[in-house]
């Protein structure tokens, strides 16, 4: 059992074991975080940098909103759905705008290949998260 | 004139002046990442503290989302409307569930009068920022 | 072979895969940030939150600290070992002070136990990539 | 008076005024961070990028570290001196180092000349306030 699953299982205000969907996207908002973050400083290396600008700004804005989502899902408030939805609504966007600016480098830059695809299971997850509320 | 309008009207990609509203919403965002810092830091040190749990929470969430949202219009891709917008969305949401809640709290506590206000002028910056959008 | 670490190997600058004490020591700081949110938001949801408010601080510390470290640690920079150094001796600093504090909940909450653990972990992978630098 | 000084001064736990050194430090935390996100995305925006990459990556060093200082400052604890002092030399290591290498572009770049300024107000203001603790 993950850290994580161990710490939501034991906050007092669970009922019954974390959503695996919850843990899920949790999860794959804390990979992209760490994909975009490296993926953002791989591009900073490339010797053809000036063609990845794009890149590496929306990196640094999905690397933002996936660290900001992570925080606001581990706080299991109930309370404010409005704010976990459009939260996970940007969490989403932002993941399927760096994974569609990744893809197109994928074939030349493996760290983009990557990180587009942790991009896409965060994205994923956002959705299935979103399909439950 | 403030260090930020100085920022943005030094970035090579500007054309013009940076709008009045672009940088407004960046201050907003800023100045409530730091109120509701700090308004969750005072709860915790009042006596009533059992009674300011979901204030603390939706402080946390609001600043997160101010953080993110602060850095995200600071990078001006103009690439990328759908995340910009999705992430004003999301923070003119966390600012009016958090204003709300320090509202209920404001007669008893001065740091939730304050807070309620820059949540207030920090909802109402997305605002502005989203209907040029 | 994780995420991380396909990240770091497929980076421009890498020589040879990335050293294990690195890997390990972004993973703890990922890891204790998660944790230490989780645990702030578990205890404000105690009954006995009013003496659980030093222990709801250390941890936004610890995750506030946690965060920054991971992401500098992931930009491969190599040229600025007096800053790497420096987050290093903090968050080693942020997890010792918050792992002592949660020792003391432990045996009542077990959010604070599992916790501990994290922030220990870290505390050590802190230690042993600073023993290297 | 400043949102930020209302906030400090309506804290339950404070003993008379904020001192002027702690809010001080805290402002120029906020507005570092602000600059050097702002100075990393026009960098990314000059022709010359390739030669600007180490630049980026301390902006981007610096802004973690001033965000984690700041809301560290923010948070009025007082029971964890050694966490704030590690976090303070952190932060005016990344301040100096930030600073040194945009120094180097200030004549030809003016965002680089502002973030600089900026990044050593946030040294000063970090050397100043470990010289009170």
Redesign the interface.
Known sequence: MS??T???N????RTGDAAAELVAC?EAC??CL??C??????C????M??EL??C???N??C???C??T???L????G??P??VR??L??C???CA?CAEECEKHADM???CR??AE?CRRCEKACADLLALS
């Not at 034991?10 to 205000?13: F, V």
């Not at 973050?37 to 791989?42: R, V």
């Not at 900073?44 to 010797?47: A, C, I, P, Q, T």
Request: proline share 2%; with cysteine.
């Open positions: 850290t994580l161990q710490m939501l034991t906050h007092p205000a949790i804390a990979e760490q994909t973050t490296s993926c953002a400083d791989a900073l290396s490339e010797d940098v000036s600008t794009t590496i700004r929306t640094l804005d690397a933002d909103i660290a900001a992570a925080s606001i581990t706080r299991q408030t309370s404010n409005e704010v459009a939260a609504e940007a989403r966007a932002a705008a830059h493996d760290h990557v990180c942790a």
